[in-house]
């Protein structure tokens, strides 16, 4: 099992990361975790190379990205909420995958050979309000979609600002949850 987590956190030890710890410690296979604050990775730059082309122009570690993303097994998107939503560095990284809707919608083929997916989303924040979540899973439907990925759950670490990830047992126990059960599901299609 492969599986690719998409850490959106600027701190090294923060929520999100306790969370990713969880995860990490659960999940079977090999585990690529890409830090989007501190990846060699740029904006989509709506160059349009990949209306004509497969791949994108930029050459950064995104190479890397969609190298994996080929075979991995799951998909994972971890993330501080921010102005309502993922982190920028997150939705900056995850603009690359454009590539694979150009791919479908505008060249009409689909050669980027990805396989299906399951993937989960974790987002932590330090407030709470009434339809929190819906931007995030919004954007999180997007990248699911791009990557092949089928979503089976978040988990939402809510008022990190009075109650920290590291302690909120509900949250540790999704999260667990989730990584068990990508598991599962991932061990069942493969063998398939």
């Known amino acids: 099992m492969k599986t690719l987590i998409l850490n959106g956190s600027p701190r090294k030890n923060g929520h999100t990361v306790a969370l990713i710890n969880e995860m990490t410690a659960v999940l079977e296979g090999d585990i690529k975790i890409v830090n989007c604050y501190t990846a060699n990775i740029s904006p989509c730059i709506d160059c349009r190379y990949c209306f004509t082309h497969k791949g994108c122009s930029i050459k950064d ?9 080929v075979d991995c097994d799951a998909v994972v998107i971890a993330s501080p909420m921010h102005f309502g939503t993922l982190t920028a560095k997150t939705i900056s ?7 694979y809707w150009s791919s479908r919608h505008v060249r009409k083929e689909n050669k980027d050979n990805l396989k299906p997916k399951y ?3 974790i987002v932590t924040t330090g407030g ?3 339809n929190m979540n819906l931007l ?6 997007f990248i699911f ?3 092949e990925t089928e979503q089976i759950g978040s988990v939402y670490a809510k008022e990190t600002d009075k ?7 509900h949250a540790i126990n999704q999260t667990r949850f989730l990584a068990n059960r ?6 069942s299609r493969n063998k398939d």
């Open 136 to 141: 995030a899973e919004g954007i999180a439907d």
């Open 145 to 147: 979609d791009h990557t």
């Open 119 to 121: 993937g989960a989303l």
């Open 182 to 187: 990508l598991n599962e599901l991932c061990s």
């Open 93 to 99: 990284v995850c603009s690359r995958l454009q590539s």
């Open 128 to 130: 709470s309000w009434p």
């Open 163 to 169: 109650f920290p990830a590291k302690e909120n047992l």
């Open 61 to 69: 570690e995104m190479q890397d990205i969609y190298d994996y993303l």
